[in-house]
């Protein structure tokens, strides 16, 4: 079988980032498994807040034709997504608002695979937030989402000191999105 290259992003960039850990953890399980890998942190790849005018002035920024580029290299992405006020996290938004917008050819969305996750400090473990991104991607950027996610609910005491999930039915239903995630990648179960 052949080794599907996944790439794996935060929505955060905070340095002690709770959907850091989870794509870290992610990452590591991917790795495990044989996939190619990419940890990809978005800031890395500064992108000015969307505005129409400044893409008329200046067109798309750099680093947004870069993050196209490296999509396009991929079969398959784990997104950890962290919840903002019931919402995705401006910084992704705009990443993937800013990515739309380059008109070279390929696609960066539609002909690969998506995964989901979320983990917060809350009860819902960011599963609001985690509703709002399969809308954008499967009705705005017209992406395959896997059906299943996984939410990390009160995220801060849920990893331990190796960046484990500690809750076994928990880390379970992160098994089954990797495996998920992998299989799909791997024989280009795209639309």
Do not use: H
């Amino acid at each position: 079988m052949r080794n599907p290259k996944i790439l794996v992003c935060s929505g955060s960039v905070r340095a002690a980032s709770l959907n850091g850990k989870l794509a870290a953890l992610v990452a590591k399980r991917l790795a495990i498994l044989d996939a190619n890998v990419t940890y990809l942190s978005l800031k890395d790849y500064p992108l000015p807040i969307y505005d129409g005018d400044l893409e008329s002035e200046d067109g798309v920024p750099e680093n947004a034709r870069k993050l196209k580029r490296l999509l396009q290299e991929q079969e398959g992405v784990f997104l950890a997504c962290p919840e903002y006020n019931a919402g995705i996290t401006p910084l992704m938004k705009n990443t993937l608002d800013w990515v739309s917008r380059v008109k070279e050819p390929g696609e960066a969305f539609k002909d690969k695979v998506f995964a989901l996750g979320a983990a917060s400090p809350g009860g819902f473990g960011g599963l609001r937030g985690l509703i709002g991104m399969r809308t954008i991607m499967e009705v705005g950027m017209g992406a395959m989402v896997l059906p299943q996610m996984v939410s990390v609910p009160k995220a801060a005491s849920a990893f331990d000191d190796k960046g484990d999930i500690t809750d076994e039915r928990l880390s379970g239903q992160l098994d089954k999105l990797v495996d998920a995630l992998l299989k799909a990648s791997r024989f280009g179960m795209t639309r």
